[in-house]
């Protein structure tokens, strides 16, 4: 699976940047994603997931009611669509993907990673 980040740029706080994923090489449908963040200094943090069998969104606390994970199977992409960002969304952002039925909200099942898109959040 090969995956594509695009979307992210400067924005002020309580604005709004979408993300959108671009993946081939694998029938998308039959593919959980996901949303994963690392800040300078910090370690990666799964931020939002989808699995493909229609199993719960899955949501970090510190996004909940913020961010909106969502997929388009037409188009083979993916997106998150981020509402009030703050100055601690300011992370890069990447895509995420696995293939095998193991669980969806663990960061460590995701086997294929785009490159990271950069969201920076001003005060």
């Known amino acids: 699976v090969q995956l594509q980040a695009f979307g992210g740029g400067l924005v002020q706080a309580g604005g709004s940047l979408r993300l959108s994923c671009a993946a081939s090489g694998r029938t998308f449908r039959a593919i959980d994603v996901g949303w994963v963040r690392q800040a300078p200094g910090k370690e990666r943090e799964l931020v939002a997931a989808?699995?493909?069998?229609?199993?719960?969104?899955y949501y970090a606390d510190s996004v909940q009611g913020r961010f909106t994970i969502s997929r388009d199977n037409a188009k083979d992409t993916y997106f998150l669509q981020m509402n009030n960002l703050k100055p601690g969304d300011t992370a890069v952002y990447y895509c995420a993907a696995k293939t095998d039925s193991a669980d969806p909200y663990q960061i460590f099942n995701y086997a294929y990673w785009g490159q990271g898109t950069l969201v920076t959040v001003s005060s």
């Open positions: 989808m699995p493909w069998r229609g199993d719960r969104r």
